[in-house]
């Protein structure tokens, strides 16, 4: 799977309850959390982002609470892939878990607006715009197979279980 | 990483649970002992159950749900989800913890159902409190959650160690918050980022059980996965032989009381430095700081004074055991003679779901575990994470203020 998009870029330390506040993750209406996504950071991040856009930033993304309500908001308003220089571990298991791609590299080179193409489960990302190639740090293998699958709700339903050892 | 011929607590713990020589930086399948989900996480988690063709948990006796983010429910949707949750409950025979019963980590640490050396996944990032208890606990989401439930298994990077010794006397005036405030400011707020953060040293055992289970609470503040307190009494405990990515020593007797300052855990700085700083709302309660002993701290400095004038000071105990505790203790009446208001137990006001949200521009002493910009409720609020005893001490003057600096102080 390519995916290509756009540059909406952010700093460190962005904790889950900036992309979506503790006050709105009680529910499973996707829509109540897509339009509060990262409003106490950006009032005009859903007004920037359009469908297939990365979100880049620094070190320590998703650091805080455990809510799965983050990388789903993030997903379901249209974020494609999120790459950053590090990420806090429940945050990176979850975004997984839910198929949406996640990239460590070195995003001191990657510019707001700048435009990036990256093939899943692959080693490198893109920068059209400058015409640039980063290395990535690589997802364990069975990070890679739950993305495949499309998040760990269809790889548990096809392999009845963790089937894999990697 | 896998040179030393000993292992840590983490990979002793994953080795048996996975029935593999699990050493730190590969990925093991492991047996889980105990599941956790709140009423934040547990709606989402059963409907990826669902998803995954779940019918039957693995074994219903080895999950807990817990009503306890938004409890009492504060508007009809919520009030909903609680029926999602106990209905799943019951036809599944999941216990659940009802709204007020408590938090879900303070409930856990009093169940007995969590013993040492157990691997426990809780859907809450604070999970890793019960490493007080020598279990293994780590926070994760609701679909990981939900795969556990159906298979009573969880895919692990066996974690990288870091071992921090507590040596020295704590001053009185300053308490086991204050040692782990201290550390987050020195090791950032991902300092631990996926570690497993064992802690040491004979501080330890002057330590209550309450003390321990304040530190291991905030390893999730420094990044950490999960935490192992390795006192005197512990049995899961490292090789001597074991490798460790990093040994921190700290001596606590230099530790003053500490804040954490807007908007970020690791902004760390000693009350005295801002002492005075006008406050309008103390909050004394969570999964970090509501247990018994800190609402004794709190009562200690308000006794037969009154919080200041304007102050509103709300205090919420981690659990009904702990609120009959301490009416038995005549905590209760202290507290409620000096001004406090008491709110049901639960985690409303900590991740600002209701019951204290701040007003625009207000500061606020609380004595729980995140300050981020929003967390209580609203973004344009200034949050100060402090223990007990400055919290109390800074509601009774109505500013900041170091508990030492008290007439009389002899606190904690």
Request: aromatic fraction near 6%.
């Amino acid at each position: 799977m390519l995916l290509t998009g756009k540059v909406l870029k952010y700093g460190d330390n962005i904790n889950t309850d900036v992309i979506i506040p503790g006050k709105y993750t009680k529910t499973l209406d996707l829509n109540i959390l897509t339009t509060h996504v990262m409003e106490d950071l950006d009032p005009f991040f859903r007004r920037k982002l359009r469908p297939g856009d990365f979100v880049v930033a620094g070190r320590n993304f998703g650091c805080g609470s455990s809510r799965e309500q983050a990388p789903v908001a993030l997903k379901h308003a249209g974020v494609s892939c999120i790459a950053a220089i590090s990420f806090a571990r429940i945050f990176y298991r979850n975004a997984v878990n839910i198929g949406l791609p996640l990239i460590e590299c070195d995003t001191s080179l990657i510019d707001e607006g700048d435009i990036l193409e990256y093939s899943l489960g692959g080693s490198q990302l893109r920068n059209i715009t400058r015409n640039s190639i980063l290395t990535l740090i690589p997802l364990p293998q069975i990070m890679i197979e739950i993305l495949k699958e499309g998040g760990l709700v269809p790889f548990i339903r096809s392999r009845k279980g963790y089937t894999v050892q990697s | 990483m896998n040179g030393g011929t000993g292992k840590t607590a983490a990979e002793k713990v994953l080795s048996e649970k996975s029935g593999s020589d699990a050493r730190s930086d590969t990925i093991v399948i492991a047996s889980v002992d105990y599941l956790m989900a709140s009423d934040t996480t547990a709606p989402m988690a059963i409907e990826a159950f669902s998803a995954m063709g779940g019918e039957r948990v693995f074994d219903a006796s080895k999950i807990a749900f817990v009503i306890d983010h938004a409890s009492p429910p504060p508007n009809q949707t919520i009030a909903n989800l609680h029926i999602m949750m106990r209905s799943f409950a019951a036809r599944q025979g999941i216990r659940l913890y009802e709204a007020g019963e408590g938090i879900c980590h303070q409930l856990l640490l009093e169940s007995g159902a969590l013993s040492e050396g157990d691997l426990v996944l809780g859907a809450d990032s604070h999970t890793c409190t019960y490493g007080a208890l020598g279990v293994m606990a780590a926070g994760v989401g609701s679909t990981d959650l939900a795969a556990a439930m159906l298979t009573g298994r969880s895919w692990f990077k066996v974690p990288r160690t870091m071992k921090i010794i507590l040596e020295g006397i704590l001053p009185n005036v300053s308490s086991a918050k204050d040692i782990v405030l201290a550390l987050i400011g020195k090791l950032g707020c991902d300092g631990a980022t996926y570690r497993s953060v064992e802690f040491h040293g004979k501080t330890l055992d002057a330590l209550s059980f309450s003390d321990k289970a304040t530190i291991a609470n905030m390893v999730s503040e420094m990044g950490g996965k999960n935490c192992f307190i390795c006192d005197s009494s512990a049995s899961v405990v490292s090789d001597s032989n074991a490798v460790f990515e990093e040994v921190v020593v700290v001596d606590v007797s230099n530790i003053r009381p500490m804040l954490a300052c807007p908007h970020s855990v690791d902004n760390v700085l000693p009350v005295s430095e801002l002492a005075g700083k006008r406050i309008d709302q103390v909050f004394l309660g969570s999964c970090t700081n509501g247990r018994l002993e800190d609402l004794r701290v709190a009562a200690s400095i308000l006794r037969g004074r009154r919080v200041a004038p304007g102050i509103r000071f709300y205090v919420n105990p981690a659990s009904q055991k702990v609120f009959l505790q301490a009416l038995e203790e005549g905590i209760l009446q202290t507290l409620a003679e000096a001004g406090a208001v008491f709110l049901p137990p639960g985690c409303g006001p900590c991740v600002g779901t209701h019951n204290g949200i701040p007003g625009d521009g207000e500061v606020v002493v609380s004595t729980t575990n995140r300050n981020f910009r929003g967390r209580m409720g609203n973004n344009k609020a200034l949050i100060y994470l402090a223990s007990p005893a400055t919290a109390a001490a800074s509601a009774l003057m109505g500013e900041i203020t170091d508990p030492g600096t008290l007439e009389g102080a002899s606190c904690c």
